[in-house]
């Protein structure tokens, strides 16, 4: 079966550098998108960035752009997301998912296969 398994994340201070990662195994797609979402606590899941395994377009929401990085290692099946100039505010539990399909879009709901997620915690 499909599994996507995230790895990398941890505690750093203000302005610090975390690179996640995000194994996927079990599916045998043609066309698909990798995304990572985040939720922190006592909010809703957002999205943060996606990626079309094809061509390796990106998008970014907003409130990440010019600091965060998505890009992925077909052979290894692991997209990575490099974090740099972190904030509290980026302080939530990362997930990252797969969507049938060549759309970038962060529709949580448009995504079929989710991972555990692991903690990113911006604090000094």
């Known amino acids: 079966q499909v599994q996507l398994v995230e790895s990398g994340g941890g505690l750093v201070q203000p302005g610090g550098s975390l690179r996640l990662s995000c194994e996927a195994s079990?599916?045998?797609?043609?066309?698909?998108?990798i995304g990572w979402f985040r939720q922190a606590p006592g909010k809703e899941r957002e999205g943060v960035s996606c990626?079309?395994?094809?061509?390796?377009?990106?998008y970014y929401v907003d409130s990440v752009k010019g600091r965060f990085t998505i890009s992925r290692d077909n052979a290894k099946n692991t997209v990575y997301l490099q974090m740099n100039s972190l904030k509290p505010e980026d302080t939530a539990v990362y997930y990252c998912?797969?969507?049938?399909?060549?759309?970038?879009?962060?529709?949580?709901?448009?995504?079929?296969?989710w991972g555990q997620g692991t903690q990113v915690t911006v604090s000094s």
């Open positions: 998912a797969i969507k049938r399909g060549l759309l970038l879009r962060l529709f949580s709901w448009e995504y079929d296969y």
């Open positions: 079990g599916f045998t797609l043609e066309s698909y998108a």
């Open positions: 990626i079309r395994h094809t061509d390796g377009s990106t």
